[in-house]
């Protein structure tokens, strides 16, 4: 028997039966990994992705230890979006259907209450929902948590993204202590050890290894010696590649200002940042690029720090580092979370000894043909719309999700980032889906009050 086996794990004998039937031949790495100190009710953190099988991880974990008797909620499953919510529930109700009359029920967010209500009043043992639309039944008093001996956070990295961290807090507060906690996530930002340090006890981490190649960036050299020359250089090379993020470094603060103002004259979706912005222009220009709203982000090295943006798809030096450390940490910022990146140089002649303290066998690249400048410049791929309402006026992640979401709205997967500031708040929605999503906010109130919206330019 392999430790790939389902078999090795002491697992509920019709559990067991069905996963054959289910076709579930051996173990995923993230399933081998997780299940046994999920199985013996440890607390786990794993690094995994959709598609690696953590749902069945957690799923036959919570359906080990249920009481099949008692019609009392005894796992919730905390999701981002309530696709991501239907997906689990139905994966758990696939891997429950040789145990009889197992309830999941799903919690979230543009859906009527009215039925979710009368499903809980029937009784349910496994809950999953989205952060916001759960908290209101606690509010309301129609789910109670007392009974819950497992709890999962899914996507953990995400729903912090839009914003669900003091909401999720306050659904912990209601769940026993002595539950155990599943928290699963694609990437490790701080925030994540930071919650996991919070409401998990000594959790075994496990970490799938990639399916995908390792971690690359790919590096390319081009000599450019002119301003014109690296204006010409920088617009062909994000022509060619056309990321949704690109950081692109300058040494000084004038030119982060001049590079940005050429590349918006182009029709480019640039700003910069530097010294010189107040913070409201700062968070501003920072949350439109992390929204994907704005494709390139033209900074310092001083601007640019503190900037925890894991998925960017290129940096290009539009000036090289004075410095090999400094190369390396402006390149590092792309091909995070076992994505590739391009990180492309431009250095001037006077400049191959910075080139060559980089160590690297280097053999300068040819720029893609200018013919490339023709082609029309590709769209961000989100907009960000800023809504005049924000902490003070009691907005939460959830009311806007739930605003944008339900009949007339756009699908929770369309919606980004969410940001709730204390006066205002800014939500990343999918660019061709921009006018539906204003024109829902703007008909439909949220919490009954109508909030002024417009798109952050
Ligand atoms: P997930 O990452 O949880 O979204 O799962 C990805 C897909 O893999 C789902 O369609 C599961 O039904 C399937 N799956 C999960 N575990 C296994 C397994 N051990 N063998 C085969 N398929 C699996």
Same mark, same amino acid.
């Given at each position: 028997m392999s430790t790939t086996d389902f078999s090795s794990l002491n697992l509920h004998p019709d559990l067991l039966k069905n996963l054959s039937s289910l076709g579930y031949e051996s173990m995923t790495p993230i399933q081998a990994l997780s299940l046994p100190a999920i199985l013996s009710g440890k607390d786990v953190i794993g690094q995994g992705k959709t598609g690696s099988g953590k749902t069945a991880a957690f799923g036959l974990g919570l359906l080990q230890k249920l009481?099949? /008797?008692?019609? /009392?909620?005894q796992s919730i499953v905390l999701c981002p979006t309530r696709e991501l919510a239907d997906q689990v529930a139905s994966e758990i109700r696939k891997l429950a259907?040789?145990?009889?009359?197992i309830k999941v029920l799903t919690l979230c967010g543009g859906a009527p209450f009215g039925p979710q209500i009368g499903s809980l009043e029937h009784g349910t043992h496994i809950v999953v929902g989205t952060p916001g639309r759960i908290e209101e039944h606690l509010r309301k008093g129609t789910l109670k948590l007392d009974h819950i001996t497992t709890l999962v956070l899914d996507e953990a990295d995400r729903m912090l993204d839009m914003g669900f961290q003091d909401t999720i807090d306050e659904i912990i507060? /209601?769940?026993?202590?002595?539950r155990q906690t599943l928290l699963f996530s694609a990437t490790f930002p701080d925030e994540i050890a930071s919650i996991a340090e919070r409401v998990m006890q000594s959790p075994t981490m496990v970490e799938a290894p990639s399916t995908h190649e390792e971690s690359t960036i790919k590096q390319y050299f081009y000599e450019a010696n002119s301003a014109d020359e690296r204006m010409m250089a920088l617009r062909l090379l994000l022509a060619k590649h056309k990321p949704d993020s690109a950081l692109v470094f300058c040494n000084t603060k004038i030119d982060t200002q001049d590079v940005a103002d050429e590349l918006i004259y182009y029709g480019f979706y640039a700003l910069s940042i530097h010294g010189d912005l107040d913070q409201r222009e700062r968070d501003q220009a920072l949350i439109r690029f992390s929204n994907k709203s704005i494709s390139v982000l033209v900074a310092t090295d001083v601007a640019a720090r503190g900037l925890d943006i894991d998925s960017l798809d290129m940096v290009i030096n539009f000036n090289i580092a004075h410095d090999p450390e400094v190369h390396v940490h402006r390149i590092g910022r792309t091909g995070r979370a076992g994505r590739s990146g391009i990180a492309c140089t431009l250095y001037g002649d006077r400049e191959t000894h910075k080139l060559n303290a980089l160590e690297l066998d280097i053999t300068p690249d040819s720029l893609p043909s200018d013919s490339l400048l023709d082609k029309p410049i590709r769209k961000p791929t989100m907009t960000t719309l800023k809504i005049d309402g924000g902490k003070k006026q009691k907005l939460r992640p959830g009311d806007i999700v739930g605003g944008l979401t339900g009949k007339g709205g756009i699908p929770g997967d369309k919606i980004g980032k969410i940001i709730v500031a204390s006066n205002w708040s800014y939500v990343a929605v999918s660019s061709e889906l921009v006018k539906q999503a204003l024109k829902k906010i703007s008909n439909d109130k949220l919490k009954g009050r109508s909030f002024r919206v417009r798109i952050l330019s």
């Open positions: 009481n099949v /008797k008692s019609f /009392k909620a259907r040789a145990v009889h009359n507060e /209601k769940i026993p202590a002595n």
